[in-house]
């Protein structure tokens, strides 16, 4: 039975990465749009999944940790629960390798829209620097004029 719940949590885990993984794809157009409140709300979006991921995790933990238990199994690991209940751990082992590979996926398409960030956060001061350049000269006691700080870009333009 606790194999059972694992097996569901395993497979809730894994369309939870499945539709962050679609989400972070989405996220390259905001970045390229540099829609600030998409960007934003897309932040608070990771931040509920990271949440969730973490409450599976720990089901998950506490599910095959039981379901050990309950086979007489000191340690949990794939290989055992396969040996001790073949369907049922085959199967845990395909969700859970579904599971690497989504996250593979979703750590990967991260690092290229942390590039694609870099890449906007550097069009933006090139901007800023065009638009408010830093003053040349000195003033008549020898000393540079102070740069009014940009407290915030607007995204509304």
Do not use: W
């Not at 049922?88 to 579904?98: I, P």
Request: hydrophobic content about 45%; some cysteine.
């Amino acid at each position: 039975m606790e194999l059972e719940n694992a097996l569901e949590t395993a497979g809730r885990l894994r369309d939870a990465l499945s539709a962050e993984v679609e989400s972070a794809r989405r996220e390259r157009h905001l970045l390229r749009a540099l829609d600030a409140s998409g960007l934003f709300a897309r932040a608070a979006q990771r931040s509920q999944f990271l949440a969730e991921v973490a409450r599976l995790e720990r089901e998950l933990a506490a599910s095959l940790s039981r379901g050990a238990s309950a086979l007489g199994l000191s340690e949990v690991t794939l290989d055992a629960l396969c040996a001790r209940a073949p369907a049922s751990g085959e199967r845990l082992a395909s969700t859970l390798s579904e599971v690497r590979s989504l996250a593979g996926a979703l750590q990967e398409i991260d690092r290229l829209n942390l590039q694609l960030a870099g890449r906007a956060l550097a069009c933006v001061r090139g901007y800023v620097e065009a638009v408010q350049p830093a003053p040349r000269a000195y003033d008549r006691r020898g000393t540079r004029p102070a740069v009014p700080a940009l407290a915030m870009v607007s995204s509304k333009g």
